[in-house]
Structure formats: structure tokens, C-alpha cells
């Protein structure tokens, strides 16, 4: 059966490698820096706080990768654009919001799986920005729950699309998957230029990513028994490490990058 309009057919992966599309091209770092509207920079500062560098510059790793993705497959401008309901601030918003399940003080000792307790959150937050949403956007109050409903499913549902759990989805969910999955390991790789690669490790460093994740992953399925994250870790780790576009780019667990995890492990209960 031929995928409705406005979704994207599953396996996501599977399906870009179907599509006729030229190789893709480099691209300048201007398209990968976050949205100049007041609600989006006010995202990015909340996530700089929220998590530490390793988190908080995968989420904006994220987004930069879902946008390389996104203009290889045609999906940015026209009537392809318009027909998935692409845009470029909500994506961002879902994609650097996506790990706030990743938050030591609640998240980790919630019942709620990371994905979920992390969509709710930022759920909440989008909902909390009506006065930056107006002013940016020109919209209305009902659209702003639109977002938050759109960006709260992308978030819950990131890590079971990464493991091809749907026949179909919608633009914002495909592009955290697609984003998330390529910074873990590298699996659209075919579909972004390895000069956009370097550029946009080099805007966001991965400061010990590989280190910060395992050490969160074993807080979350220790603490969680069946949570959504468990049947995830043995597909990226320890195959997080040797992600050959990464070659040369990945980066030791820090103090500045978010050394106290480590130490977590040994003191959380």
C-alpha cells in the first residue's frame, strides 16, 4: 500500500537509500546553526543549562545531521516541503529538546523510561514559551500546542523508530530518528557529505559523547528494568566507538564535559 501524504515510509533508513537523489554536496555552517527566532535561541540556552556538553551538543549534533538529511532527500523547500508539514524551528526545537530525559536530578529516578519522561518535559516546555512563540512565530495559541503535541511524539518514539518499530512516519519524528541515529553511529552516513560531517562535529564538539551516554545508559536500564532504552544499548555499544565518519573526532569524558555522571555511577541510588 502506498505511504499516505505526509509521512515518510519505514524503515527510515531503508527508505532514503530508495530515493533518486544526487550524491549529496557540502554544505556552508550557516545552514546548520540554530534558528534566529527568540523561541529557538531561548531552546538552545535551556538545553546549554540543562545537560552537560556531551548531551547538550549531541541534541544540536542532532538537528545539524537532521537537516543534511532532510535537503538530501528533498524535504526542506517546496512541494515536497509542504506536503510533509516540514519546518525548520520545530525541528530543531524536537531534536534539541530530545534528551532531556537525560537529567540526573528527576529523569533517571522517574519509572518513566528516558523517551518518555524527556517528551513530557519537553512537552511542558514548548507550552511554557507562548509569549516567545507568538512573537516569532505570528501564530496562535492551539499552534504552539500543535508543536508541543508534534515534538513530544518525536521524542518518545526517537529510539523505537531507530529500531524500524514503524511502517510510517511524520517528518519532525523521521528527522530526530534519522538525526540521533547518524550521531550514534553513523547510519545515514551515505546521505551527508563527510565535510558536513567535520563542520558540524567542529561547531559541536563530541566531548566525550560515547563515555556520557554508556555511563547515563547504565543509570537508565539499572534503574529501570524493561525500560524502552534497554533493547537499544546492545545495538551501539560498545559499536558507538569505531563509527568510522567519527574517525578522529570523538573525545574523552571531562570535567567541563560532564565528568560528574561518572561519578554518579558510583554514588546514585
Not at 545508559?217 to 551501539?236: H, Q, R, Y
Request: proline share 6%.
Amino acid at each position: 500500500m502506498p505511504c499516505p501524504p505526509g509521512t515518510i515510509p519505514a524503515p527510515l533508513v531503508e527508505h532514503l537509500r530508495t530515493l533518486s537523489r544526487p550524491q549529496p554536496s557540502p554544505h556552508p555552517l550557516q545552514l546548520f546553526e540554530v534558528p534566529q527566532t527568540k523561541l529557538c535561541l531561548r531552546a538552545e540556552a535551556f538545553v546549554s543549562d540543562w545537560l552537560p556538553v556531551w548531551a547538550a551538543n549531541h541534541c544540536f549534533r542532532t538537528y545539524a545531521f537532521a537537516i543534511a538529511i532532510a535537503e538530501y532527500a528533498g524535504w526542506t523547500t517546496g512541494a515536497q516541503a509542504k506536503n510533509l508539514g516540514f519546518d525548520k524551528e520545530l525541528v530543531f526545537l524536537s531534536c534539541a529538546l530530545h534528551e532531556m530525559g537525560f537529567d540526573l536530578k528527576s529523569g533517571v529516578k522517574s519509572r518513566l523510561s528516558l523517551e518518555i519522561w524527556g517528551a513530557i518535559k519537553a512537552r511542558e516546555w514548548i507550552l511554557g514559551q507562548g509569549d516567545a512563540f507568538m512573537e516569532s512565530e505570528g501564530r496562535c495559541h492551539n499552534d504552539l500546542i500543535e508543536w508541543a503535541d508534534e515534538a513530544c511524539e518525536a521524542i518518545a518514539r526517537h529510539t523505537i523508530e531507530f529500531r524500524g518499530f514503524s511502517s510510517r512516519v511524520r517528518v519532525t519524528g523521521a528527522l530526530v530518528t534519522l538525526g540521533a541515529g547518524q550521531d550514534l553511529m553513523g547510519l545515514s552516513s551515505a546521505f551527508i557529505h563527510p565535510e558536513d560531517v567535520t563542520t558540524i562535529c567542529g561547531k559541536w564538539p563530541r566531548a566525550g559523547y560515547c563515555d556520557g551516554l554508556r555511563a547515563h545508559a547504565i543509570l537508565e536500564v539499572s534503574n529501570k528494568p524493561a525500560c524502552l532504552f534497554e533493547d537499544c544499548v546492545g545495538a551501539f555499544d560498545p559499536g558507538m566507538y569505531s563509527i568510522s565518519c567519527f574517525e578522529g573526532l570523538q573525545g574523552e569524558l571531562t570535567e567541563d564535559s560532564g565528568w560528574q555522571l561518572r561519578r554518579d555511577l558510583v554514588t546514585f541510588s
